[in-house]
């Protein structure tokens, strides 16, 4: 499974967009991209995850490159209680032996 | 209310002692994990069972052992072997759908060593 490449840290106020980026630049064609966040002492939460098209739900906005050398997260919206670790992973599909593995992150801070 | 349920929230052990940590999901999934944190880092593979009677080590097994009699419980034994066990513990279960996978997450299991 292809590495990922994240901030260690960012910053955001409350009620802009949170960008965050992520580097995946030796993904795979088949290897999505998926996207957990980490509030503090809880277990992660899936937020959202793409293949090659860019995505949209209740909770975020994933952007993709072209190349889908690199994909963003966007929070249109930053809330206190969006203040978390955020993980993005690439892997291959479960049935081809992908294994979701969570680096380190980013530590997003939603700042009033 | 589904979802996965771990107990319990707060374990100490002694020197020479096997703990077991309970997970238990309503969920129906297949599926099931244990992950280990420390502080500061991501979250590192012990076992996963994708079928029940059946599981496999992940990245750091050593010293920790697992059972599947179940499909709704996965528990994990830390044993006397783990020399540094004190970690946030998390289990997880997931659901597969066309080639992807959403994993759902308990609140964890902080084990500390007295």
């Known amino acids: 499974d292809a590495k990922t490449t994240q901030p260690t840290s960012m910053d955001c106020a409350e009620g802009r967009a949170a960008n965050l980026p992520c580097n995946h630049s030796?993904?795979?064609?088949?290897?999505?991209v998926y996207w957990y966040r980490q509030i503090h002492s809880q277990g992660p939460q899936y937020i959202i995850h793409?293949?090659?098209n860019n995505e949209t739900n209740e909770m975020a906005s994933l952007i993709i490159t072209e190349d889908r050398k690199s994909s963003t997260l966007i929070l249109p919206h930053a809330t206190l209680r969006d203040t978390a670790v955020y993980y993005c992973?690439?892997?291959?599909?479960?049935?081809?032996?992908?294994?979701?593995?969570f680096g380190q992150g980013t530590e997003l801070s939603v700042k009033p | 209310d589904g979802g996965i349920t771990q107990s319990p929230k707060y374990l100490f052990r002694k020197e020479g002692q096997n703990v077991t940590l309970s997970c238990e999901q309503n969920?129906?999934?297949?599926?099931m994990y244990w992950y280990r944190q420390d502080p500061g880092q991501g979250l590192r593979l012990i076992y996963y069972?994708?079928?029940?009677?059946?599981?496999q080590k992940g990245d750091i097994a050593e010293g920790y052992s697992v059972s599947r009699e179940k499909k709704e419980s996965f528990p994990l034994t830390v044993t006397s072997a783990q020399k540094n066990p004190t970690a946030f513990y998390l289990c997880?279960?997931?659901?597969?759908?066309?080639?992807?996978?959403?994993?759902?997450f308990g609140s964890g299991t902080q084990l500390s060593v007295l």
């Open positions: 030796t993904i795979s064609g088949n290897e999505y």
């Open positions: 793409g293949l090659k």
């Open positions: 997880a279960s997931s659901i597969m759908s066309g080639g992807t996978e959403k994993l759902f």
């Open positions: 069972s994708q079928i029940v009677n059946d599981f």
């Open positions: 992973i690439v892997r291959a599909p479960y049935n081809q032996g992908g294994k979701l593995i």
């Open positions: 969920l129906n999934h297949d599926a």
